[in-house]
């Protein structure tokens, strides 16, 4: 789903798309999925490689996790300043990798990490994508209190795009529609929601802008398998 690279040692070239970016350690690589990449080295490198795998952004309930891993997929390459940091971390990262059910150290690890990244980097291309700041925008209203609605035209609207322009730029940037990258957030939500709040599912239903709770319902186990209320009782 998405790949980070980071090289501490090495020499060569990193080519993502066809543009080249210089090994040039300490260094930072994104990769999304539908990306073209391939090396050419000149001297054996060292480093961690983090491949995030999609079942794993799904469990994640984390809001500002998905915001900074679509910030930091704007990028193909980073310079790191503050290498040790990074390094500490993905070393914690390898240690609880090898532990049963430390999903959410490893989320909180995760979060750290591209925290931390975004404080310290510097983009080797430095330029502004349009397309990426608009898909930004769409998460980032998705999360907006009081935004709420099950409707891509209505996120549209607020952006000042039309629907199939905002499907296009999500296509391009996480190879997902619009509607999925907005059935994947009230997912995400509806299972917040069931968790840690006492909301009735019908409570749960309206906030979330569907008309009849049943139609949220037949929506959830569509996605999930179970109902909003057997997940709710399974997870606790």
């Known amino acids: ?42 001297r054996e490198p060292e480093g961690f490689v983090l491949i995030l795998k999609k079942a794993f952004l799904d469990a994640s309930l984390d809001k500002e996790l ?13 310079k790191i300043e503050d290498h040790e940091t990074i390094t500490m971390i993905l070393k914690l990262m390898v240690a609880e990798g090898r532990i049963t059910n430390s999903f ?4 909180g690890l995760l979060k750290a990490l591209l925290s931390k990244v975004l404080e310290v980097a510097k983009p080797v291309i430095n330029r502004a994508i349009a397309r990426t700041d608009i898909y930004q925008s769409y998460l980032e209203l998705l ?6 609605k099950n409707n891509v035209a209505h996120y549209a609207r607020l952006l000042n ?13 996480t190879n997902q529609t619009a509607a999925e990258v907005l059935a994947e957030f009230i997912i995400s939500e509806s299972k917040r929601l069931l968790l ?7 409570g749960i ?13 037949k929506y959830f186990k569509r996605f999930t398998g179970l109902t909003p209320q057997a997940f709710r009782l399974h997870d606790h």
């Not at 999360?143 to 709420?148: A, C």
């Open 161 to 173: 795009t039309s629907p199939q322009n905002l499907n296009a730029i999500c296509r391009r940037t």
């Open 143 to 148: 999360g907006r209190e009081g935004t709420g």
């Open 1 to 42: 789903y998405f790949e980070i690279i980071f090289l501490t040692r090495g020499r060569g070239n990193h080519y993502i798309d066809l543009r080249n970016y210089p090994v040039e350690p300490p260094i930072m690589y994104f990769i999304r999925k539908e990306q073209v990449h391939y090396w050419e080295i000149t």
């Open 196 to 202: 840690y709040t006492d909301k009735t599912v019908s």
């Open 104 to 107: 959410h150290v490893l989320e």
């Open 66 to 78: 998905r915001f900074l891993l679509a910030e930091i997929s704007s990028q193909s390459c980073l």
């Open 205 to 217: 239903a309206y906030e979330l802008d569907f008309k009849d709770p049943s139609h949220f319902v």
